[in-house]
């Protein structure tokens, strides 16, 4: 049996502009993410550089309106990008990501006059955002956010802490809930700070066990004062604001994973049609091509559900359940397909020789981030049997 090479994925596109698109994507993944990924994970290293490529390419802003320097791509086509990007990389795609979901809540529910001013840096100027939910005591229970913005004539002064940011302490700008009323999801409202503002500052990143490359950290607002133009839709809508980034967001998840999920399947075929034992190679062996059959299987299955996830939200139909559901299938298909690859090298995916090891470390994050795969599970199970009784 001749050494099989593993071809890359066969994608339904709707336009010629979405193969183009791909195709570019293949390019810049292969000559500038690819060949450093191992050696700056292992660094932690963040490629800057890299994103500052993509958005010169115009590959951060693809969901949005080219009205204010976006793609005009539907998600079905943006998410399938994700993917690519992160089956060169997962800081990347994951990087790609939170970046287009740090800037939903100004494309999706600021003025005209604030999207002009501001969405044009944000989509294709080369800025990197980051999305501040969570906090120190408030992770899935996000409602109970503690971090407040009181009013002080025509600005916001913001203090708190927010924790678990991706990009904290190197974005040019954060994304913001924040409590301005009652207790509860009602009382919250949502902000634009930009990345150096007074009274901004970051902790030392979190030590992690994968994305490495990925600074994560708490981000401190000590008295951080914002004009009243940087309030985002109106005050005690940050909630639904919030919840809304999400969903599109765990669609963004859901891609990264099976980007990464199909790495790791690459890696394990290659590995297998060039591995030989017994006179031959692992390939040919039954109990292993099944396993390779069935890593295949769910990948194909996580895609098919988040693509059809992203064609509800294209035709602007719900999707909240759908983006759980492909959120939930496609992160747990990622830590089973990792996990695998590392049993299909056997010693070798062990070893930091081959990057299967750090592909099944970094799946693991991918079950807890943007609501943990528990949280996803409630969601679905309301939209089935509706809001638990207490």
């Known amino acids: 049996m001749p050494d099989y090479a593993p071809q890359p994925v066969d994608r339904q596109l709707p336009t010629d502009e979405a193969r183009d698109l791909i195709s570019l994507v293949r390019d810049i993944a292969q000559r500038e993410i690819v060949p450093k990924s191992a050696e700056e994970e292992e660094a932690g290293r963040f490629p800057r ?3 500052a490529l993509l958005s010169e390419s115009g590959l951060l802003g693809l969901p949005y309106s080219s009205d204010h320097g976006g793609g005009d791509q539907p998600y079905e086509v943006y998410l399938q990008v994700l993917e690519e990007l992160a089956a060169a990389r ?14 939903h809540a100004l494309a999706s529910y600021g003025t005209k006059e604030q999207q002009a001013e501001h969405l044009p840096a944000m989509l294709g100027g080369g800025l990197l955002g980051a999305y501040c939910l969570s906090e120190p005591a408030s992770g899935s229970d996000a409602a109970s956010l503690s971090t407040k913005a009181v009013r002080d004539g025509d600005h916001w002064v913001l203090t708190g802490t927010k ?8 974005a040019d700008f954060y994304t913001v809930m924040a409590r301005t009323g009652e207790e509860g999801p009602r009382g919250i409202t949502a902000f634009l700070a930009p990345g ?7 902790a030392a990143p979190e030590r992690k066990m994968g994305l490495k490359g990925s600074p994560t950290a708490q981000i401190n607002f000590d008295g951080v004062r914002l004009d009243g133009g940087r309030r985002i839709g109106e005050e005690g809508q940050g909630f639904a604001i919030a919840l809304s980034a999400l969903d599109s967001g765990r669609l963004g998840i859901a891609a ?26 692992i390939s040919d062996f039954q109990g292993l091509r099944f396993m390779l059959a069935d890593m295949a299987t769910q990948i194909e299955a996580g895609r098919a559900l988040y693509l059809a996830a992203a064609r509800l939200r294209d035709a602007g139909r719900p999707f909240s359940k759908q983006a759980a559901m492909a959120k939930l299938l496609c992160t747990d298909t990622a830590m089973k397909v990792t996990t695998d690859a590392v049993q299909v090298l056997g010693g070798y995916g062990y070893t930091a020789d081959f990057p299967v090891e750090r592909y099944m470390r970094e799946a693991k994050v991918l079950q807890i981030v943007e609501g943990t795969n528990q949280i996803q599970r409630m969601v679905i199970a309301r939209h089935l049997a509706g809001p638990e009784t207490r």
């Open 49 to 51: 550089e890299v994103f």
């Open 90 to 103: 997962l800081t990347v795609g994951l990087g790609a990501s939170v970046h287009t979901l740090s800037c």
């Open 163 to 170: 924790a678990w940011i991706t990009h904290g302490g190197i």
């Open 196 to 202: 150096d503002a007074a009274g901004l500052s970051a």
């Open 256 to 281: 990264c994973a099976i980007g990464l999920a199909q790495a790791a399947l690459d890696e394990a075929v290659a590995y297998a049609s060039g591995r030989r034992q017994f006179g031959r190679p």
